[in-house]
């Protein structure tokens, strides 16, 4: 199923740019277009559906993960993060459900380097 006005969608279609690392009948990987990190991939169904969705898809995300974490160990030996943003807190910026691999890199720990300063606190405890 494709959604109009959906980047995804359009990248799966053929009707917007992407650099492919791979295709199969349920999903694709493909650059992501920031190009922060060395390896920046996505890893998205084909069918267009929610992160919830594809969360609770329980034979397509464990083929999402164990591709996901094959793409890591093969392209990151020194490691590597896979992970998806879950709504406006979670900064999710498509609503096209993906994994994301980030490596090539060090990573920090979460996504600004540290845990916000009243986690930090609790962790010292
Ligand atoms: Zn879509």
Redesign the pocket.
């Known amino acids: 199923m494709?959604?109009e006005n959906?980047v995804?969608?359009e990248i799966i279609s053929g009707t917007s740019p992407a650099n492919f690392y791979h295709k199969d009948e349920q999903f694709v990987v493909f650059e992501n277009n920031l190009h922060w990190y060395k390896v920046q991939l996505l890893l998205v169904p084909k069918n267009?559906m929610s992160q919830h969705k594809m969360w609770s898809s329980s034979g397509l995300i464990e083929e999402l993960c164990m591709f996901a974490n094959d793409i890591g160990k093969r392209e990151c030996p020194d490691g590597y993060r896979i992970f998806s943003n879950f709504g406006d807190h979670g900064m999710q910026s498509q609503?096209?459900a993906h994994l994301q691999i980030l490596g090539g890199a060090r990573l920090g720990l979460y996504v600004n380097g540290r845990p916000p300063s009243n986690v930090s606190e609790n962790m010292q405890q």
């Open positions: 494709r959604v959906c995804f969608c267009h609503s096209h």
